[in-house]
Nanobody
C-alpha cells in the first residue's frame, strides 16, 4: 500500500535549521507533485510548499519564502524540506502529501504521511 513517512523533525532554537524528509513507497512517486503542510496546535492544516513531479517548479506560502526550500530526488522517492532561520511560529506538525499537480489546496492531496513534529524554541 501507499506509504509516506516523514522524518527529521525535532526541537531547535530560533534561527536554527532542520531538514525534513518524506520517503514514499507503494506509489509511482515520480508521477506526482508533492507538498508539505503543517498544523499548529488549535489551527487548521495549512500549505507550506509544493513541487512538481519534475522538480522544475515550486510554490511556497509567503511566510516561508526565502527561508524554506522544497526539493525532491525521484530516484530515492524522497521529497525534502530544508528549513532555515526557523521561528517559534514555525512550530507545528509537518506533513507531506501527494497530488496530481502543483497545488496549494489541501483537498487536492490524496496521499498523506503521519507527520513529524517541529518545535522551535525562542
Amino acid at each position: 500500500q501507499v506509504q509516506l513517512v516523514e522524518s527529521g523533525g525535532g526541537l531547535v532554537q530560533a534561527g536554527g535549521s532542520l531538514r525534513l524528509s518524506c520517503a514514499a513507497s507503494g506509489m509511482p512517486f515520480s508521477s506526482y507533485a508533492m507538498g508539505w503542510f503543517r498544523q499548529a496546535p488549535g489551527k487548521e492544516r495549512a500549505f507550506v510548499a509544493a513541487i512538481t513531479w519534475t522538480g522544475s517548479s515550486t510554490d511556497y506560502v509567503d511566510s516561508v519564502k526565502g527561508r524554506f526550500t522544497i526539493s525532491r530526488d525521484n530516484a530515492k522517492k524522497t521529497v525534502y524540506l530544508q528549513m532555515n532561520s526557523l521561528k517559534p511560529e514555525d512550530t507545528a506538525v509537518y506533513y507531506c502529501a501527494a497530488a496530481m499537480h502543483l497545488t496549494t489546496m489541501n483537498n487536492e492531496y490524496f496521499y498523506w504521511g503521519q507527520g513529524t513534529q517541529v518545535t522551535v524554541s525562542s
